[in-house]
């Protein structure tokens, strides 16, 4: 007889997270070829070129354990950012920083605040940790912040949010995430997650490291798996009050960032021209997909990041299913009980086409 050992309620109660689905297995299941993966807002382009080659440069030191300070990427990453060194952490993607942030904070005698239609890493990290969650109403799939701000108490110690959100695409003009900084109280620490800063071009949108000034108590979080085209590498950084990078460094693993990654992290900032094609291939496509899916006569929030939310008219799930027959892969949202939509991510110029064309014949067997 086998006897289990006893997890912690918490534990239990949380699913497994599940990734987009890879091109392989679609094409191993359903037999077809040249299939498009839309569902991991990942960079069409790749990677940058400079961050594979020192990557790949420095796979003849592996035998060596990586720098455990990280001290040339974050000496980098304060020039870039403007802080003092003792202020910057790197991690295993920025959702290491996420949970590292929670365990550093917060128990099962806490809570954290988030929108409802949040990033589901969120709710992993805090539910791992037994917080209990504060999900605060997002009308329109937008952040109330003033609700978020009038949701915290005494025992309240991390407010979560994305600017732009994911998977929403909505964000946060600058006076209000401005008064959320003013308005929560002082012993939140308030997370603002920056991974799809790059993309936005509304004059309005608030870049966190210009609000550092705002309020002791905030993280500005930020990821090379987006604009840097490094998402399989796993670099995640951010700006913290000093105290915190303290707490986090007594907590962490040593070699959290490898070393082919803390190379590539340092190449790919050095590769502006890369993030420059990037950005501007994710923009011109958010017009183009904009204006592909008004044609189609479908709501969507085209937002300020790298991919789009649909609404469905035969339900998220459905739209995902046909589409994959189509072999265009999206990202359908049961995790966020978000039923009627699915998230698109923007693609190469070719890629957005084959996505509408795709989306196109769903609607004409549908309807
Ligand atoms: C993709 C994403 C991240 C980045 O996660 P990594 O762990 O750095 O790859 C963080 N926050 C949001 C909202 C995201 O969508």
Known sequence: MTVHTESPPWVLSLQPYVPGKPIEELERELGIRGSIKLASNENPLGVSPLAAAAAHDAMARVHLYPDAATWRLRERLAAF??????????????????????????????????????????????????LQQRAV?????EHDL???????????????????????????????????LRDTPEHVLIVLDEAYVEFADD???PNGLSLLGLRENLVVLRTFSKAYGMAGLRVGWAVVPEYVAD????????????????????????????VERTVALTRRGRAVVSAGLDALG???IAGQANFVLVRSPVGGPELYQR???????????????????????????????????????????VT
């Open 137 to 141: 109403p997002m009308p329109g799939f």
């Open 203 to 205: 004059p309005d949108y």
């Open 247 to 274: 707490r986090i460094n007594r907590i962490r693993l040593p070699f959290n960032v490898n070393i082919p990654a803390q190379e590539a992290a340092i190449a790919a900032l050095d590769d502006t021209d890369f």
């Open 323 to 365: 589409l994959l027959r189509q072999g265009v892969i999206v990202r359908p949202l049961q995790p966020y009980r978000m039923l009627d939509h699915v998230r698109i991510s923007l693609g190469t110029d070719a890629e957005n086409e084959r996505m509408l064309g795709a989306l196109g014949r769903v609607l004409r067997d």
């Open 298 to 300: 479908l709501e969507y």
């Open 146 to 180: 003033g609700a978020m701000a009038r949701a915290c108490d005494a025992n309240t110690r991390l407010l979560l949010l994305a600017n732009p959100n994911n998977p929403t695409g909505t964000w946060c003009g600058r006076a209000a995430v401005e008064a959320l």
């Open 81 to 130: 950012a403007d802080v003092p060194m003792a202020r910057i952490l790197t991690g295993n993607g920025s959702d290491e920083l996420l949970h590292l942030l929670v365990r550093a904070f917060a128990t099962n005698s806490h809570n954290a605040v988030m929108g409802e239609y949040g990033f589901i890493a969120y709710r992993v990290a805090t539910g791992a940790a037994g």
